[in-house]
């Protein structure tokens, strides 16, 4: 999902709450951690001949954003000083929720599957794994504060469900939950003011379903950016950050899932990558950081790269600009129209990244996927985003 954010001063937001998980004048950043018990296999045994020449890598990852499948800004860039704020609100909100419903979640996580059981790598890093629950009728417009708690849409338990129902056992590893807010819309078919709760999350998904000892999984961790964006009405929008330290065929390595923030902010993604150098990449092995960085180093959107040259900095290498110096203008991950409805759009940047720094990674391959639903009706991709693969030989 892209939007346009407001980074405004704080203002009221009687019309609607963060959820009761939120601190005075800040959302408490949620981190829920699922412990993968035991050890988790990865692929089968990597050939003995050159690196590069066939055959499946020692390490596979792939990059997805899984896209809520509205457009949120509407909401968000609401002046909350208008007069007919509330009724604003509503109506924005209302909207929004019957397109994400039009995207067909459902539909566009089995198409997300489908495009990882494709590849079966090893790790998936996941964004906008988004938790969609409602409250009917709701209490916001009454000035309750309960939470909403029915469950509309999970967008990772779908993902997985879907994942081993195609016989491609993954598992999630670790997660990070970012803004968690709630807002009142109408129901259309009841008429009645019902409130709408999305939670965001960043996930890593490992294989589960291969020889014992070929993959191990230890230490997740996670945690939101400190340096974010706040709308003009006091919404901060946390994004984050998980990671796991791997053991794949006697190398050890931390594999880390980042999101970052829009690209309209591009002074803050620099502090939120320079947050990432300090904190999950502080460490003495090898480090692999997969995700939606929001940062163009083709500078398509104007927002320029300072996130980009910040990771460069650190030491990080860029797989696919390794393996594709002839073609430096590629590797276009985003985006897809709103609706997911053009078949002509273009993608115009590259934004999903797989970063690597530390002797053992040697890349050989990096591709581009795009999440086509072989449909002629929308949606017609999985998401707005396209996914990213890479493999890598170990030394």
């Not at 949620?30 to 390490?59: E, F, H, I, N, Q």
């Not at 965001?200 to 939101?224: C, F």
């Not at 984050?240 to 690209?263: K, M, P, Q």
């Amino acid at each position: 999902m892209k939007t346009k954010e407001n980074n405004g001063s704080k203002a009221s937001h009687s019309a609607w709450r963060f959820t009761k998980y939120a601190a005075v004048g800040t959302l408490r950043r949620m981190v829920w951690l699922a412990l993968l018990a035991g050890l988790l296999a990865s692929v089968t045994p990597a050939r003995s001949g050159v690196p590069g020449v066939g055959g499946k890598r020692d390490v596979d990852v792939m990059q997805v954003n899984l896209y809520v499948g509205g457009d949120l800004s509407r909401a968000i860039v609401l002046d909350p000083t208008d007069p007919n704020y509330f009724t604003k609100l509503i109506q924005a909100v209302t909207g929004i929720y019957c397109e994400i419903n039009l995207s067909q979640p459902q539909v566009r996580m089995q198409g997300v599957a489908d495009g990882i059981a494709a590849r079966m790598p090893d790790l998936v890093s996941v964004e906008e794994a988004s938790l969609i629950r409602v409250q009917s009728p709701g209490d916001l417009v009454l000035g309750g504060s309960s939470p909403a708690t029915n469950v509309v849409f999970d967008y990772l338990q779908i993902l997985v469900d879907d994942l081993n129902a195609e016989g491609a056992h993954y598992a999630v590893a670790a997660v990070t939950y970012g803004v968690d807010v709630e807002m009142p819309m109408v129901n259309m078919q009841t008429g009645s003011f019902d409130d709408v709760r999305l939670t965001d999350r960043e996930a890593i998904l490992v294989r589960t379903d291969l020889p014992r000892g070929q993959l191990r999984i230890q230490n997740p961790q996670g945690g939101n950016f400190q340096n974010v964006v706040v709308t003009g009405t006091g919404l901060p929008l946390f994004y984050g950050w998980c990671s796991v330290d791997a053991t794949i065929r006697g190398r050890n390595f931390r594999y880390i899932c980042a999101h970052l923030t829009e690209e309209t902010a591009p002074q803050i993604q620099a502090l939120q990558a320079q947050e990432l150098l300090d904190k999950p990449a502080n460490v003495t092995q090898p480090v692999m950081i997969v995700g939606d960085f929001n940062s163009d180093l083709l500078n398509r959107d104007g927002s320029g790269a300072l996130a980009y040259n910040t990771m460069v900095a650190g030491g990080f290498n860029d797989a696919w600009a390794v393996l594709h110096t002839n073609n430096p203008g590629g590797g276009l991950t985003w985006g897809h129209d709103e609706f997911l409805a053009n078949p002509t759009v273009v993608f115009g940047r590259r934004i999903d990244l797989v970063f690597f720094r530390g002797a053992p990674f040697v890349p050989a391959e990096s591709e581009v996927q795009d999440l086509w639903l072989n449909r002629s009706q929308p949606p017609l991709w999985g998401s707005d985003h396209a996914a990213l693969t890479a493999g890598f030989w170990l030394r």
